[in-house]
């Protein structure tokens, strides 16, 4: 596979919009093509090569084309987006919507993420083996489609809202997350394998989410259904005992799913 480096310079203060870093764009371009691809720097209109420094040399196709980030770039944002093929690998850490709308291929972060990683996520794979924050794998702000298809992992830790809206795919959190994660959730699978500080799977109509740590607070909006082992859920086996939750009830024909650790959580149970 033929690889693309970019090198940052120096990250600037306002944020940079980069949509363009994708195999997609890059696939079959020289590396003087691949530096006058546009970026934003607020409202004006810049080129690659005037934050990176570019070598290597770009695929036939999508699929043959790697991008390395060798360096932190935490004023970056939308990395990956609607990427359809190949790999993204950043060497430190990303703004926010890395991976947004991502169809296919893998990106991997070697560092923390800002909000909206994976936002609107179709396919492909998200490794962030850092920290992320609010609303990894959620909708668009007022829109009700959030991730359909993929795979999230988050090595660290998550904030709030995870996986709103979600409609598919899986995301791993292997850490703890904050509040609401699952919010409005109707499909997929959400696993948290640390602790939840409130309310999870707030008004979810359907979709899965498995807890293997402590939750602090628990909605009153979901019926208890007894203790299950050893969970087998979309290709993902959880091993340990689980408090099963159906709901949530305040809203109509709930069919969502949520398995709560028994180790730590007979506060939650009626």
Known sequence: MNE???TPKEQPYVPIETSTIKPDDFANKSIDEIKDLE?????TSSKIGDFFDVEGESGPTPAETN?????DVYNTKRIGQGMTDGKITVNGNVNMYVGAEMEGGIITVNGNADSWAGQDMRGGE???NGNARDYVGSSYRGDWRGMTGGIITIKGNAQNEVAEYMLGGK????GDVRHMPGVHMNGGLLVIEGN???RPGGEMKNGTIVIKGIVSEFLPGFEYHGIEKDLNIQGESIKGSFYKFKGDFSE???DGTVYVAVAGNNHIVP
């Open 4 to 6: 693309v480096v970019l």
């Open 171 to 174: 995301l791993i959190i292997q």
């Open 39 to 43: 970026v934003w720097y607020g409202n």
């Open 126 to 128: 998200l490794i962030i």
């Open 252 to 254: 109509k024909g709930p």
């Open 67 to 71: 991008i390395l980030i060798d360096g």
């Open 196 to 198: 939840v500080i409130s």
